[in-house]
């Protein structure tokens, strides 16, 4: 499945943890773990976010604004 992510992530550039966990019907946390083995190796970066959504209410799903990048190192 690990690999599965990779390409995902390598295909879609950019992508936020719940469009990862619906697409590979998982935990978040389980595919926390996963990225974290590719960002370990410097192959994806999660996406810093001044504010979740442009607010401060709070009021949006995390993992909806949780973003995670493909990093293409030429």
Known sequence: MILDLREFLKQQHRVSLKELATHFDAEPDAIRGMLG??????????????????????????????????????
């Open 37 to 74: 083995k590719w960002i370990s190796k410097g192959k994806v970066r999660k996406m810093s976010l001044e504010a979740n959504c442009g607010g401060s209410c709070c009021k949006c799903d995390p993992t909806l604004t949780e973003l995670y990048e493909w990093v293409d190192k030429v």
